[in-house]
Each structure stands twice: as structure tokens, then as C-alpha cells.
């Protein structure tokens, strides 16, 4: 198992009571009901009540992390998570522009972010007299090898603000990359999809000696109207 194949289980298993799969029960030769491909909000996405819109703007709006610091940023997302077969890597995904929301809307991760970016380039300077994003992929890896593992016996006590920044863009590379299409599709994931019941299966009615009523499974059990939104009359009667 690869490192991607690793962390795409870890997902899925930390994620599965969330009831990120779901399955569909069909008939043989029945189809999936359409979904649809858009959301309704205005990023195609999700839908947005005026003042959560309005909140979204006025964030997109804020400057906190400079050039240098998304750039840096970039640069470990993609060696954490980089582009592998058919899947992109993090930063094919947009995860730079999602830290870069997310420090915003969620102000407690500023502090950490921009000391563990100082750290990194601190910790860049004294080894190889060189910031971050200036130094080869070897020497990068070499850095980031001393902070990707969590200290369990205290030998690397002097690494552990870079451990702590590390664990933290680890997660939100992996939530940035797996909530995008580019990760959902990575995962194989097609959203909720609704199931087609038939009722209780005929031989479990049988072994407990029920049967249901010809009229109410026509009532209840009609595939054919499985699509259509409930309307109710102003008197609250269903009429669909």
C-alpha cells in the first residue's frame, strides 16, 4: 500500500460513522434516479443564506498569509500530498486557497500557521543558509522527515514546534484535498444517493405470518414515484 492509498484509508475509516459511502439497492436492470451535477449556490457548490454569503465575501476580501508564506505553503501541501496516477496533487486540488480561507474563518489556526512558517524558514536558514522554498527537494525532504513523526521517546524535543505546525498541515492538506471534487474522486465517492425499498423481503413476512395488503403496498411501494417531492393541501392532507 502506497502513502496516498494509506492516507486515503485513514479517511475513509476516521470519516465512516459520518456516512461518507453510501450504497444504493436497485432492482436487476433498474438505473440510480439522476442527481444533480450543481449545487444551487452561487460557486456551483453549496447553497448560502445571505449573511453566510455575505461573511464568505468579506473573508475572500482579508489579506492575512503574504506571497511568501502561500508559497511555502504550496510547497509542503504537494509533499504531503503529491499528484500520483490519475490523481492530482494538493495543490492541483486548490488546497493553498483553502488553508488560506480556512486561517480566516478560523482564526486559532493563524498563530500556529505563521510561527510554523517562521520555523520552518528559521530552521531552512541554519541548516542550509537558504529559506524554505529556495532549497532542493532533497533538502526540503530532509527537513520535513525530522518533523513528520510524532516525538513518542522525547529525542526530537528541539523539532517540536516544527512536529506540532507539521501535524497541522498535514490535516488541513488531507481535508482541503479530500473535500474537494479532485479528492472526492480520488475516493470514489458519488454522495448520498437515495435507496429503493421494497418492503420487508416476502420470505421474512412469510416466516412470521404477515402478509401485506395488496391496496397499501400500492400506496406505499411505488417505485415509479419515488422522485416526486411530497405537497401537502393547506389543510395538510397529501395530495402527491
Known amino acids: 500500500m502506497d502513502r496516498r492509498d494509506t492516507l486515503r484509508t485513514l479517511l475513509i475509516s476516521g470519516v465512516a460513522g459520518a456516512n461518507l459511502t453510501s450504497f444504493i439497492g436497485c432492482k436487476p436492470g433498474e438505473k440510480p434516479a439522476e442527481t444533480p451535477a450543481k449545487g444551487t449556490g452561487e460557486n456551483g457548490l453549496y447553497g448560502r443564506t445571505p449573511e453566510e454569503a455575505a461573511r464568505d465575501a468579506r473573508l475572500r476580501e482579508e489579506i492575512y498569509l503574504n506571497e511568501h508564506e502561500l508559497s511555502t505553503i504550496a510547497v509542503l501541501c504537494d509533499i504531503i500530498l503529491p499528484s500520483q496516477g490519475e490523481a492530482g ?19 486559532n489556526h493563524q498563530l500556529p500557521m505563521r510561527g510554523g512558517l517562521m520555523w520552518l524558514d528559521g530552521e531552512s536558514n541554519k541548516r542550509y ?33 516544527g512536529i506540532n505546525f507539521f501535524d497541522r498541515m498535514r490535516g488541513l492538506t488531507l481535508t482541503g484535498y479530500y473535500t474537494s471534487k ?16 421494497d418492503g420487508v423481503p416476502e420470505d ?28 401537502w393541501d393547506e389543510t395538510g392532507k397529501l395530495i402527491s
Open 182 to 197: 479532485m479528492g472526492l474522486d480520488d475516493l470514489g465517492y458519488v454522495g448520498n444517493r437515495p435507496n429503493i425499498w
Open 129 to 161: 543558509n537558504k529559506e524554505f522554498i529556495s532549497l532542493t527537494k532533497e533538502e526540503q525532504i530532509s527537513i520535513v522527515e525530522d518533523i513528520a513523526y510524532p516525538d513518542k521517546d522525547g529525542s526530537k524535543a528541539i523539532f517540536s514546534q
Open 89 to 107: 496533487s494538493a495543490t492541483d486540488a486548490g488546497v493553498p486557497d483553502f488553508i488560506e480561507f480556512i486561517v480566516k474563518d478560523m482564526p
Open 204 to 231: 421474512i413476512l412469510k416466516e412470521h405470518g404477515f402478509a401485506y395488503e395488496e391496496e397499501w403496498l400500492a400506496k406505499c411501494v411505488d417505485q415509479s414515484n419515488r422522485d416526486i417531492v411530497a405537497e
